[in-house]
Antibody
Framework: QVQLVQSGAEVKKPGASVKVSCETSGYTFTDYYIHWVRQAPGQGLEWMAWINPNSGGTNYAQKFRGWVTMTTDASIKTAYMDLNRLRSDDTAVYYC???????????WGQGTLVTVSS | QSALTQPASVSGSPGQSITISCTGTSSDVGLYNYVSWYQQHPGKAPKLMIYEVDSRPSGVSNRFSGSKSGNTASLTISGLQAEDEADYYCSSYTRTRVVFGGGTKLTVL
């Protein structure tokens, strides 16, 4: 069965960086785009970016360009998200999600809580 | 990049039907049929309920249906049940981005 398993919760200080991983299984990793979506406490969903695991091509929402980096390692079927220069308002649950052929998100990781606090 | 507009909350009694609207623009909801709806219970990851405006994934109850008219998409839940109480999000996928609605809290009275 399809699974996306993310790395554990992180606590970081403002200005620090964090790397969240998303290990996939149950399907051909290079056949489906991976997206990252975040949700601040008590808030809605916010799309961040997508990555094509086959080509490495990426597309970032405007507000995340320059300080968020998406990568993949196809040999271990894992996607990564690097967030730099963290601020307190980056505190959120970060989800990796698989995009379907119909441009929707059918499988979600369990989420990774990143807390940014001094 | 503005979010799609959804009502903050809706409510209904068991057995009733409710509709949640999702308003975008002629550049997203109005231009593409890649509108999806997600259900999220507290502390859980979202779950896909509707894709491509009106299609249901396998395993999703046929009490859930979707539609679109112009720049506004809608999710209708018929025969409300207690377990439908959750947050619902719409999303639109364009060539360059994905945008979500602000979310609607459904309360089953």
């Amino acid at each position: 069965q399809v699974q996306l398993v993310q790395s554990g919760a992180e606590v970081k200080k403002p200005g620090a960086s964090v790397k969240v991983s998303c290990e996939t299984s149950g399907y051909t990793f290079t056949d489906y785009y991976i997206h990252w979506v975040r949700q601040a406490p008590g808030q809605g969903l916010e799309w961040m970016a997508w990555i094509n695991p086959n080509s490495g091509g990426t597309n970032y929402a405007q507000k995340f360009r320059g300080w968020v980096t998406m990568t993949t390692d196809a040999s271990i079927k894992t996607a990564y998200m690097d967030l730099n220069r963290l601020r307190s308002d980056d505190t959120a649950v970060y989800y990796c999600v698989r995009e379907t052929r119909s441009r929707s998100f059918d499988f979600w990781g369990q989420g990774t809580l990143v807390t940014v606090s001094s | 990049q503005s979010a799609l507009t959804q009502p903050a909350s809706v409510s209904g009694s068991p057995g009733q039907s409710i509709t949640i609207s999702c308003t975008g623009t002629s550049s997203d909801v109005g231009l593409y049929n890649y509108v999806s709806w997600y259900q999220q219970h507290p502390g859980k990851a979202p779950k896909l309920m509707i894709y491509e405006v009106d299609s249901r994934p396998s395993g999703v109850s046929n009490r859930f249906s979707g539609s679109k008219s112009g720049n506004t998409a809608s999710l209708t839940i018929s025969g409300l049940q207690a377990e439908d109480e959750a947050d619902y999000y719409c999303s639109s996928y364009t060539r360059t981005r994905v945008v979500f609605g602000g979310g609607t809290k459904l309360t089953v009275l």
